[in-house]
């Protein structure tokens, strides 16, 4: 290959058909610092359903998903040295919308003496495509969360729990080793009454949740029923201080014999209304 056919690749190994086949699977093109496509390998190409020659002398954002032109036209705007390197998440817009995730090494070079920049992309595949399933599931759940009009929590163990200690050593455990608020939907803050939900999280959670004999009977409740316990009662400290009881359906996170996290949904204990 010379300079000119291969987009700017060097340091070939002697056997250059091993070197085609390494390349030849991943997905290449070469951009000048003006953002137009001057080189691409047929494999990129084709992954986008194009030809090499259909893609020469495009723009990036002809090729490139939005937010990774914009990036790439961030880079290219900067003053930077020959050879410098970078990685990249990269998404390419391929024919009828379709995106392909990669993950990019950009490298900048000369080319006919002018600088340009070399990227050189592994296609995610089903990594990519499981990622942003991910992505749109966890986007989903915290919608449903933060949306729900019941208090939904959670409290992860810094320090994970030890559970297959003695149920006394248990419960200290759970108070005394560190955690934080994982989760807490507006409901719940509502419940606390807090002036900032914003800090919430920041907030030790013993402030809200102390080590009482109620809520060390609660946690008991919980190891007694395997961690799966509905309409357990919790003495909780609203941020005045006032004392509310709340009725809590709880759920655990247990990977081998530590406990990393628990979570659920609670609802205020309104007194009895008062007969005459």
Same mark, same amino acid.
């Given at each position: 290959m010379t300079a000119r056919q291969d987009g700017g690749l060097t340091n070939q190994p002697d056997d250059g058909g091993n070197w085609d086949d390494f390349i030849s699977d991943l997905l290449v093109d070469v951009v000048d610092a003006t953002g137009q496509i001057i080189w691409v390998n047929s494999t990129q190409a084709e992954c986008l359903g194009l030809s090499p020659a259909d893609m020469a002398g495009l723009n990036i954002e002809a090729c490139y998903a939005p937010g990774s032109a914009e990036a790439l036209r961030e880079l290219f705007g900067r003053t930077l040295p020959d050879g410098f390197v970078?990685?990249?998440?990269?998404?390419?817009?391929?024919?009828?919308?379709?995106?392909?995730?990669?993950?990019?090494?950009?490298?900048?070079?000369?080319?006919?003496?002018?600088?340009?920049?070399?990227?050189?992309?592994?296609?995610?595949?089903h990594v990519g495509r499981a990622y942003d399933d991910l992505? #749109?599931?966890? @986007?989903?759940?915290?919608? !449903?969360? &933060?949306?729900? %009009?019941?208090?939904?929590?959670?409290?992860?163990?810094?320090?994970?729990?030890?559970?297959?200690? #003695?149920?006394? @050593?248990?419960?200290?455990? !759970?108070? &005394?080793?560190? %955690?934080?608020?994982?989760?807490?939907?507006?409901?719940?803050?509502?419940?606390?009454?807090?002036?900032?939900?914003? @800090?919430?999280?920041?907030?030790?959670?013993?402030?809200?949740?102390?080590r009482t004999p109620e809520n060390e009977a609660f946690v008991g409740q919980i190891i007694d029923a395997n961690y799966h316990i509905d309409a357990g009662i919790s003495s909780d400290r609203r941020h005045d201080g006032t004392t509310v009881n709340l009725e809590n359906d709880v759920r655990a996170e247990i990977r081998e014999t530590f406990l990393y996290r628990i979570w659920g949904n609670c609802r205020l204990v309104r007194?009895?209304?008062?007969t005459t």
């Open positions: 970078t990685t990249l998440e990269l998404d390419l817009a391929g024919q009828g919308g379709r995106r392909v995730r990669t993950l990019a090494r950009c490298r900048k070079i000369l080319r006919a003496g002018q600088p340009c920049f070399r990227l050189i992309k592994l296609n995610l595949g992505q #749109a599931d966890n @986007e989903l759940f915290r919608r !449903i969360i &933060a949306d729900a %009009s019941e208090a939904h929590w959670c409290i992860e163990f810094l320090e994970p729990v030890d559970i297959n200690r #003695a149920r006394e @050593e248990v419960v200290d455990q !759970i108070f &005394a080793n560190r %955690s934080i608020w994982r989760v807490a939907n507006p409901a719940m803050m509502a419940l606390y009454q807090l002036p900032n939900a914003g @800090e919430f999280r920041s907030f030790d959670v013993r402030l809200y949740w102390p007194p009895p209304a008062q």
